[in-house]
């Protein structure tokens, strides 16, 4: 049975580090997304700004333009992070099932094991009744 402890505990070490690096990338798109909710509150700052002073008037076309990129550089970012999630997340799943087969086939296999041991715990002890009973046939 250790080939299959040692698979069985390598599967779960690399679950483990796929769920931790899953981990860290969630974390990732968290702060790509607290970053674009970021931007969009500084544009609602600049906008209330520029329509207080003609000087923001004046150079809020320049800002927005800036702002336009700046904005579609988090969206690619926040969508490669969502991205690099899902793959991890499946990176997930493919190794969880991967240690569940692993373990259902040794389950099975120690399963298969036992009644094979039963059996053969049987056939002794049906030889030692038929003993007995050819013994206890014997002194009669």
């Known amino acids: 049975m250790r080939p299959f402890d040692t698979l069985i505990r ?3 070490q690399q679950l483990d580090e796929k769920r931790k690096a899953l ?6 798109l968290e702060v790509a997304r607290a970053g674009r909710a970021a931007l969009d509150a500084e544009l609602a700052a600049e906008q209330a700004a520029a329509a207080q002073s003609v000087e923001g008037a004046r150079t809020y076309g320049a800002y927005a333009r800036q702002m336009i990129a700046r904005r579609q550089a988090a969206d690619q970012l926040v969508a490669d992070a969502e991205a690099a999630v899902e793959a991890a997340r499946e990176e ?3 190794a969880f099932a991967e240690l569940k087969r692993y373990q259902i086939t040794h389950d099975a296999r120690l399963a298969r094991i036992a009644e094979e041991q039963a059996r053969k715990d049987q056939a002794v002890a ?3 009744a038929q003993n007995l009973k050819r013994r206890e046939g ?3």
């Open 23 to 28: 981990s860290r990338l969630e974390s990732g």
């Open 92 to 94: 997930v799943r493919t």
């Open 126 to 128: 049906d030889e030692t």
């Open 10 to 12: 390598l599967s779960e």
């Open 138 to 140: 014997d002194r009669l």
